[in-house]
């Protein structure tokens, strides 16, 4: 199956594995005041995909700017599935519960989980990351700055303060943690993200909170196939020793508009010394 993996504009994907099958929880790459819900697309293979439809309005997020509904998370937990999402500028990032990875999900507390600027970063691009000891962590921020704090067990509420961690000079948004063989991974974007700039970069660490210096490039442009690569989410392949696939957006070359960005899938690569070879963007994906 080719790159792009989903049809259409869609950006900042969240790639998963619940009962059985694959999910994608994408930004609707539109018009920030046509941003007003979230979508779901699932896969049985990574390669056929299906749109699950809207699984969350802005209209029933009264507390929400109505638009610019960015950079969704999903985590499971005690047979729930938590939705996190960025409400709009200015307006916090929302948390949201359902049965089903399809959803439709339902605002869990009718206030944002995260508002205003804590250690000085915009509250968006919200990533849940599981540890193995089942802890879950909610990573986000924009504005150059990146934060994580432990959630309670109930996912609706933090058990500790905010802490920041930005990595490095070079953070703008998009954080996404992994943890393999026992160390942490923290990716995430830099420059900007309607250019040419964009791309992705990570550090490693031996705990969930750093410090995370800036290791190298994750994704970068390739001018022979797109532009503007990064906002991403890493997944091992289930029944897989060590397996992995990058999911992420980029913007192809012929077009200018700052929101045609597209999903597409590659294959991610960890050297012998745990360090990740950068991702080679390509046309045909991974299969």
């Not at 049809?7 to 920030?32: C, M, N, Q, R, V």
């Not at 005041?33 to 997020?61: C, M, V, Y």
């Not at 930005?166 to 026992?182: D, H, N, S």
């Not at 890493?234 to 020793?241: R, S, Y």
Request: charge should be negative; aromatic fraction near 16%; proline fraction near 7%.
């Amino acid at each position: 199956m080719p790159n792009p993996i989903l049809p259409g504009w869609y950006a900042d994907p969240e790639l998963h594995f619940f009962e059985g099958k694959f999910w994608i929880y994408p930004t609707t790459s539109i018009a920030f005041e046509e941003q007003t819900f979230f979508e779901a697309w699932s896969s049985p293979d990574l390669i056929h995909w299906k749109n699950e439809g809207r699984i969350l309005d802005f209209h029933e997020i009264l507390w929400s700017t109505q638009f610019a509904a960015w950079a969704p998370s999903v985590a499971f937990k005690d047979g729930q599935y938590f939705f996190y999402f960025s409400a709009g500028d200015g307006a916090g990032i929302g948390v949201a519960w359902s049965d089903s990875p399809a959803g439709p999900f339902r605002d869990a507390l009718g206030i944002p989980i995260v508002s205003g600027y804590p250690h000085g970063a915009q509250a968006i691009d919200a990533h849940c990351f599981q540890d193995d000891d089942g802890q879950n962590y909610l990573y986000f921020g924009g504005h150059g700055q990146c934060v994580v704090a432990r959630l309670a067990p109930t996912m609706r509420a933090f058990n500790t303060a905010f802490r920041c961690i930005t990595p490095c000079a070079e953070f703008v948004e998009g954080p996404f943690m992994v943890k393999r063989r026992g160390l942490y991974y923290l990716m995430w974007s830099e420059g900007g993200w309607t250019n040419d700039s964009y791309c992705a970069a990570y550090g490693i660490a031996d705990n969930p909170f750093g410090p995370f210096e800036r290791v190298g490039a994750l994704l970068q442009n390739d001018e022979r196939i797109a532009k503007g690569a990064g906002h991403h989410s890493v997944l091992q392949l289930p029944g897989t020793d060590d397996e992995w696939v990058i999911c992420y957006h980029r913007r192809p070359l012929e077009e200018t508009d700052g929101n045609h960005r597209v999903t597409c899938l590659e294959r991610l690569h960890f050297r012998a010394d745990g360090t990740i070879e950068p991702v080679v963007l390509t046309h045909e994906g991974v299969f």
